[in-house]
């Protein structure tokens, strides 16, 4: 019978004229859509489920005051009442984030606005950040770069949010700077911190997780090549990563160093830039970025090169060992008093 029918398919399939095929194609969009819509309407729904929850509790426990003590007895009690009724999902754990929930995103607030559009997993994350534009942010990259939970988990214990923060110079009115972190942070490469490294290595461990490396660097990258040779009349030159990021809508140039940053790759990087800009950008992009990747660089090093006037050269620092929050913080503090002097 299965053969008979799959058999009776077929030919209803090979008799479909282009329309009817069309129509058939077009419907199944049109459900397609309806369910994820209803998923995501669905998902909305329980959100704010779970703030009135935890609003709930705390008009209970404390009676409207967030700094006021409570018994835990009352969650628990209201946990086990709740999970006989309706199953899983309302544990002890989970009572208390939506009492967090409540208490983090005012109903007035824009994060409470933009609560409805990630789910509560990514929530449950974003809710413990205690800066509210850092947690603004990570609502608003999760809902319009489609984030992965285990994305943003990765990103807010890598400080993504400060690390491009860092680069944020009050004076310069350069767009450039939000897609420049320093640090970046690759230990998704997993080569760890070996001094020995070659760049070739760390090339070849970049391209090999491309995909996590370009989450990394941000928005609208893509990957050109490697290696990319541009030439004159007497020489060849090699740039080791070449992106293009079409919200700029400028090539980026990426040279890769195993040691401290020096004046010659500042200028080896600064012929990069005008041979590129030269030789291969087009009439429509604007002007070329480069982006020194080295294992450390130090103030002075940046206040006297062209590191400190240009907005097309970049250095930054990579780790390719997660840092620890002390780490991360002294290395922000440390990047700041550069840009500071700069």
């Known amino acids: 019978m299965g053969k008979k029918n799959e058999i009776a398919k077929r030919g209803i399939s090979e008799a479909m004229t282009m329309d009817e095929q069309q129509l058939y194609e077009d419907v199944r969009l049109i459900l397609h859509q309806a369910r994820e819509q209803a998923y995501s309407n669905a998902s909305a729904i329980m959100t704010y489920a779970y703030w009135n929850i935890g609003r709930r ?3 209970q426990e404390q009676l409207g005051e967030k700094k006021a003590k409570y018994g835990s007895y009352l969650i628990s009690n209201l946990s086990a009442k709740l999970s006989d009724e309706f199953g899983t999902g309302f544990s002890v754990a989970n009572l208390r984030n939506c009492r967090q929930f409540y208490i983090t995103f005012p109903k007035d607030s824009y994060g409470f606005s933009m609560a409805g559009k990630v789910t509560w997993s990514h929530l449950r994350d974003i809710m413990r950040i205690s800066d509210e534009e850092e947690r603004n942010f990570y609502l608003n990259e999760v809902a319009n770069e489609n984030w992965s939970v285990k994305t943003l988990e990765r990103n807010i214990k ?17 767009k450039t700077l939000e897609f420049v972190k320093d640090p970046f942070v690759l230990e998704f490469m997993g080569i760890g911190s070996n001094i020995d490294q070659l ?16 989450l990394e660097m941000g928005k609208g990258f893509s990957f050109v090549g490697r290696q990319i040779r541009i030439c004159t009349e007497t020489t060849d030159f090699y740039i080791d990563l070449v992106f293009y990021n079409f919200i700029l809508k400028c090539f980026v140039l990426i040279d890769l160093k195993t040691t401290k940053l020096t004046h010659q790759d500042i200028g080896q990087m600064d012929m990069y830039v005008r041979m590129f800009d030269d030789l291969k950008r087009r009439n429509d992009d604007n002007p070329t970025v480069g982006i020194i990747f080295c294992t450390d660089k130090d103030e002075t090093m940046v206040k006297y090169s062209v590191l400190q006037e240009s907005q097309q050269i970049f250095a930054s620092k990579y780790m390719t060992v997660l840092p620890t929050v002390e780490e991360l913080q002294k290395e922000l503090e440390r990047n700041q008093l550069i840009y500071n002097q700069t």
């Open 199 to 214: 760049e070739n290595d760390l090339e070849t461990a970049i391209i090999n997780n491309l995909q996590k490396f370009l």
């Open 158 to 174: 890598s400080g993504y949010y400060k690390r491009m923060l860092s680069t944020q110079l009050p004076d310069k009115e350069n």
């Open 57 to 59: 509790i705390v008009e």
